[in-house]
């Protein structure tokens, strides 16, 4: 989307959808925009707050947010969730806050202070992820829109560009057909039959 200078504003897990061979796919279009001949900022709130990077919280006319940018933090928070398990230690520190009544919030100075790692869960083992990966989830989560990489610079990192064996992707591939089975059989057995003996 982002090479067509579209954007999509609201990726979360919910929206991302696999065909029948795995292939990702973007769902929810709702709110896409088409970026070409604009600025690419807009100054009206957009997305679902878990996933909302924090420019876009703040945004208001005099406080617009590059559209690009806040895709990106989008992305990033999924893969927050699916490489650890939960959303960053920011999100989880603002929802602490709002449910004890708190107002307190750090300024855009103070965010942009802060390390990106900072924004992710301390409590969890990070122990088996690599440093590339690491440096990339907390580049595209950093509370500093500027200084997130775009969707072609994710491209071009690292942990994207390692190579992947032919039998890893073999054995993704059979993983994901096997849980595609058992969902597809577990709904099978969920439905009900009801047959009616009209003579």
Known sequence: MHSQEYVHLDIKLDNILLDEFFNLKLADLGIALCAKN???HIAHK?????????????ACMEAPFNVFNADIYSMGICLHLMLLGMYPENTCQD??????????????????KETPKAYACSTVDENYLSE???????????????????????????W?????????QEAVYLEMLERSNFLKDKNTRSEVTISLDLE
Request: charged content about 35%.
């Open 38 to 40: 604009t600025s690419k």
């Open 46 to 58: 957009r997305g679902t707050t878990k996933y909302m990077a924090p420019e876009v919280e703040r």
């Open 95 to 112: 929802e602490k806050a709002t449910e004890e009544g708190t107002d307190k919030e750090m300024t855009s100075d103070e965010q942009v």
């Open 132 to 158: 590339e990966c690491l440096d990339l989830l907390y580049r595209m989560i950093h509370p500093d829109p500027h200084k997130r990489p775009t969707i072609f610079e994710i491209f071009e990192h690292p």
């Open 160 to 168: 994207m560009t390692q190579g992947i064996t032919a039998e890893l």
